[in-house]
């Protein structure tokens, strides 16, 4: 058997995004550990349906949809990242060293993304499962219609924030704008707390003082006419 | 004495239904919701068109003898698998969650035997459905429910969801009776819960930002099969210009008739424009923007028969697209199980309980015992002979104005009714034939 390439670089510069993928995707399936994209200048969609596992480097900012609809790859991107970043992510790991802008971690259903800069509004909108993490601040409806997982904030969050989530939790280290329909503040388990301190010290981010946990006060599960004040800005 | 008897004087502004909506939401207090579509009696409507077919000025084809062509094709020279259809219909996206199981069942073996397609709707892939329907459509909507590769990966088309004629402008209601165990899991809820699902996708917003994801869409699928676009018919033209500039193959909408499992009625009432108000409107954008060939328009919304889906064909669509038809084929309003109708409150023709999931015949329910009530093999068989008995309607009305091919009809194929629907469609008014009457010139 022919020995396969630990690391496999590819220059984006003049390539079609098509062929970029294609090319991790080959990578991927003849078992290549590593492939580091050079010169990624904002590209949209680069590592979208990589399925097979996979570690990727992307050595610049990248666009709209970085690994979106993705399974069990790895992801360093050493820039910044457009909207919806690691969209739909099933399995494995998205780290942003900058920031994020819109929707980042968009209705994953697993793995983890982790922004370390900030990250813009509705972060982790409809997270179906896994878990987002942002070292900085987040933005307006942080968390909206989430209904599962797990959000870790180490800054502040903008208002709205956890707006309809229908489960999961949002662990928030700053301050909080406002809060959004249908959700409570409470304080987190001391389990959790430990396992969010393994985390970020895994990624190396530091850890604010304290956390508060948002979660969902069912208020908005089942129509209550008695309830309208909750409900009018909803329905 | 008696008095004489005489009609009720029912004032036209507080008309008895005005009266009762009013003490409803005095009692409920939300709005009103239903299944189904509006009842409006007052919309111009496709029956306000009628064919003008061949006589000595046209010859028309054998209905016996002579081939009509039925068949249309999504993506060609576009996409490297184009959805090839046998007959210019679609089963519209109507979820599990929504329908029972054994109406996806029965909806998909319908569509394979005839060569067309279903389309998974709100809430993910059941993975039957996948297994009994030949050409699947996957809808990927604002939800996202259920939504994985694998499953785009598994589509025939993929159609992004931005909107239904029932309801533009607003996102998808289950209510908690059909959040059953299995619909909940599907879709990442708690069972029973009310679901709202949002109006907007969550990573993208305007039509730059479509673009972007379409491409990641086609990356999913390898290029390889056609993706649409759905709105509901409101502001149809921009609609499809800025789909069109997106690059879609092919643009879905359906008009304010457009069914639906659940809206607020008065959405369904007084938001969106009428299905045949839209569809000239739609096909002189794509025709503006020069991509009616390519680009593939297909129309829903209160599509009951051959007659209306000629009709969206002669005014410019390629392709109709059924939800509610097919239902009522199923069994939808047939006047079984009387009781239980009563016992929602209403009877078989004017039901639109199907918001409750307690549907009497089965098939928009998630209980057990009433699923049991809709035999798939029957009931799919009902469905395949009322589809083929619509395809032999869309023949009778191209082989009667002399076309080979029910692509081929055109406006130049019909009258206008009504002076409205004229004014809408372009399609002159009958007796007029498109001149000033002679009377006028003196
Ligand atoms: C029971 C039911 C469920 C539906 N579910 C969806 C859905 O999940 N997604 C969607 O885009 N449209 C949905 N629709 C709308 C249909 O896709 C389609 O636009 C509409 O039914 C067309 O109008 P018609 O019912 O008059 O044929 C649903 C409609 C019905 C009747
Ligand atoms: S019979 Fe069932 S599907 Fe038909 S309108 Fe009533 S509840 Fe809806």
């Not at chain 2, 879709?187 to 949002?198: A, F, H, I, N, Y």
Request: proline content about 5%; glycine content about 10%; aromatic content about 6%.
């Amino acid at each position: 058997m022919a020995a396969v390439k630990k690391t496999l670089s590819i220059d984006c510069v003049g390539k079609p995004t098509r062929e970029i993928n294609a090319f991790i995707r080959q990578a991927a399936d003849d078992g290549v550990p590593v492939v580091e994209l050079l010169n990624p200048q904002a590209r949209h969609n680069l590592g979208v349906c990589v399925l097979k596992p996979i570690h990727i480097v992307i050595r610049g900012h990248v666009g709209y949809y970085a690994a979106g609809l993705s399974d069990h790859i790895t992801v360093e991107i050493h820039g910044s990242a457009g909207w919806g970043v690691g969209d739909n992510l099933m399995h494995g790991e998205v780290v942003v060293h900058g920031n994020a802008a819109t929707s980042a971690a968009p209705s994953i259903r697993g793995g983890t993304v982790v922004v370390k800069g900030d990250a813009g509004p509705r972060s982790g909108i409809s997270l179906k499962s896994g878990l987002l993490v942002v070292g900085g601040n987040s933005g307006y409806m942080t968390g909206f219609m989430m209904q599962k997982g797990r959000i870790v904030v180490c800054g502040n969050t903008a208002k709205a924030l956890g707006d309809s989530m229908y489960q999961g939790s949002i662990f928030i280290g700053g301050s909080i704008e406002e809060l959004g329909s249908g959700c409570e503040i409470v304080v987190p388990e001391a389990d959790e707390l430990d396992d969010i301190l393994k985390t970020l010290d895994h990624y190396q981010i530091k850890a604010p003082k304290a956390f508060r946990k948002i979660r969902s006060d069912k208020s908005l599960w089942n129509f209550n006419k008695h309830d309208f004040a909750a409900w009018k800005d909803v329905l | 004495m008696k008095p004489p008897l005489r009609p009720p004087t029912y004032s036209g502004v507080w008309h008895p239904n005005a009266i009762d909506e009013i003490q409803e939401k005095a009692e409920l207090g939300r709005y009103q919701i239903r299944g189904q579509a509006t009842k409006r009696h007052d919309l111009p409507s496709l029956d306000d068109l009628v064919f003008t077919p061949a006589g000595l000025s046209r010859m028309a084809l054998e209905g016996y003898r002579e081939k009509c062509d039925t068949r249309v094709t999504i993506g060609e020279g576009r996409v490297k698998r184009p959805l090839v259809l046998e007959r210019p219909i679609m089963i519209a996206g109507m979820s599990f969650g929504a329908l029972s199981i054994n109406a996806k069942r029965a909806l998909a073996i319908a569509a394979t035997r005839c060569g067309i397609s279903t389309c998974t709707g709100e809430g993910g892939m059941h993975p039957e459905e996948r297994q009994y329907s030949d050409k699947l459509v996957v809808q990927y909507l604002p939800s996202r429910y259920g939504t994985t590769p694998y499953d785009l990966k598994k589509a025939d088309m993929i159609e992004i969801g931005a909107g239904q004629g029932a309801k533009p402008g607003t996102g998808g209601v289950l209510l908690g009776l059909k959040m059953s165990d299995e619909v909940a899991a599907m879709r990442d809820l708690p069972p029973g819960v009310d679901q709202r699902s949002g109006c907007r996708h969550p990573d993208w917003m305007g039509v730059d930002d479509l673009y972007m994801k379409l491409e990641e869409l086609r990356e999913v699928t390898n290029y390889e099969v056609p993706i649409s676009i759905k709105v509901g018919a409101a502001r149809i033209a921009n609609d499809v210009k800025l789909a069109a500039k997106a690059d879609v193959d092919a643009i879905v909408f359906d008009g304010m008739e457009g069914g639906t499992a659940a809206s607020p009625t008065i959405q369904l009432d007084h938001a969106g424009i009428p299905t045949v108000a839209a569809i000239a409107e739609a096909a002189e954008a794509l025709y503006e923007m020069g991509k009616k060939e390519e680009i593939k328009l297909i129309v829903g919304g209160g599509i009951k028969n051959g007659a209306d889906a000629a009709k969206c064909i002669a005014l410019g669509a390629d392709i109709v697209y059924m939800g509610t038809a097919p239902m009522i084929a199923l069994n939808c309003h047939k006047p079984i199980y009387q009781e239980d109708y009563e016992r929602l409150g209403t009877t078989p023709y004017e039901c639109q309980h199907c918001h409750t999931g307690l549907c009497p015949v089965g098939i928009t329910t998630q209980l057990p015992k009433l699923i049991a009530r809709l035999d798939v093999e029957e009931a799919a068989q009902r469905v395949e002979n009322f589809l083929n008995a619509m395809t032999m309607e869309l023949q009778l009305f191209a082989r009667s104005c002399g076309k080979n091919k029910v692509s081929d009809l055109d406006p130049n194929d019909m009258r206008a009714l009504t002076r409205d629907v004229s004014l809408m469609t372009g399609v002159p008014m009958v007796g007029l034939n498109g001149r000033t009457p002679m009377w006028a010139k003196y």
